[in-house]
């Protein structure tokens, strides 16, 4: 108000009320326009790989380093990793809007750059249901809803398809790994994307007594014994069985049921997720009960 008497000292304020008017009505326009031509920065690979799947990849700007797929999506600059972004590095390449997942973080540089920037934060999504609910968000905010809506509904058939599957006959433990490069091997317990890939499937966390991801304990993981190991590895060749003595000693070590796949590919909750509990589900079944070393 104080601005727009500023801009109309003469009227006194009384122009102010329809300026005020016009404002609001353009501020509202503003709120409910879909970013359709904005210039984003995304943090999080799940929606980078739904913003290609729209069509709407030419307003990316930047990635963080969990957007790896598609391949193309490793072409675009770099903003670091979504759990520890950087201020400055994202605010020099002066956005329109950042689009960021549940995870991004640390909260502090979140506050920071909303300061300066639109943050949108994209819901989180750990279940089937809520990646075609997330698709659907991401569609709308891109003005891309007939491609949202193809793409959701392809999504809902493939999840009908797999339930319909479940549960399987013979359920194994399933020890859960998450292979990153500086931290080393994760177990996933409960609370975490791995357990909710596991939920999805109806197959038992042989971990679920541990909250969250902590550092493996192999003679731990030993006691455990689980029946298949998956090993989400967030850099290729992160993982190697033959370092790790104590989990070829488990059942699953010794018949040889360890699945190794990229972290994003089994842990994002994007759009290749049905393909992602494909290959779970595929490992947990084995053949004839048994499976020989599953190829990357
Ligand atoms: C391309 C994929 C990924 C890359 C490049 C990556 C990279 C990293 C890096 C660099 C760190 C250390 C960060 C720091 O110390 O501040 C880290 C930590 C971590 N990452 Fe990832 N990561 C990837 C995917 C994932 C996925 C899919 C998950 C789980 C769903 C995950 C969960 C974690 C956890 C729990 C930590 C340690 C806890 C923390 O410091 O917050 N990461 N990752």
């Known amino acids: 108000m104080s601005l727009l008497r500023k801009r109309h000292p003469s009227t006194g304020g ?10 609001l009505s353009l501020m ?7 970013l359709a031509a904005e210039r984003l920065v995304v943090a999080g690979g799940a929606i980078t790989e739904v913003i290609y799947a729209l069509g709407a990849e030419d307003q990316l700007i930047a990635v963080d380093s969990t957007s790896t797929w598609p391949p193309e999506a490793r072409n ?3 903003v670091g990793y979504v759990r520890a972004l950087p201020v400055e590095g994202i605010l020099a390449l002066k956005p329109d809007r950042l689009l960021v997942a549940p995870e991004a973080g640390p909260e502090r540089a979140l506050r920071q750059l909303e300061r300066v920037v639109p943050v949108t934060r994209i819901t989180s999504a750990w279940e089937p249901d ?4 997330r698709v659907r968000q991401i569609a709308e905010l891109l003005d891309r809803r007939e491609q949202g809506e193809r793409l959701a509904s392809q999504l809902e058939q493939e999840f009908a398809e797999i339930e319909r599957r479940l549960p399987l006959d013979r359920q194994p433990r399933v020890l859960f790994l998450l292979a990153t490069g500086g931290h080393g091997l994760l177990v996933g317990g409960r609370d975490t994307q791995a357990q909710a890939l596991l939920d999805a499937l109806q197959l038992p966390n042989a971990a679920e007594q541990i909250e969250g991801f902590k550092p493996l304990n192999a003679e731990a993981a030993l006691a455990l014994r689980p029946e298949l190991i998956v090993v989400a590895e967030t850099a290729e060749g992160a993982f190697r069985l033959e370092d790790w003595p104590a989990l070829q000693q488990t059942p699953a070590g010794r018949s040889g049921r360890v699945l190794v796949r ?3 590919f089994l842990l994002s909750f994007g759009p290749r997720l049905p393909q992602a509990m494909e290959a779970v589900l595929a490992a947990a079944r084995g053949r004839d009960g048994r499976t020989a070393w599953l190829p990357r």
């Open 14 to 23: 009384k122009r102010a009320v329809p300026a005020l008017r016009l404002s």
């Open 262 to 264: 990229d972290s994003m």
């Open 130 to 133: 809520a990646v075609v609910e």
């Open 76 to 78: 675009l600059p770099r």
């Open 28 to 34: 509202l326009l503003m709120l409910c326009t879909p």
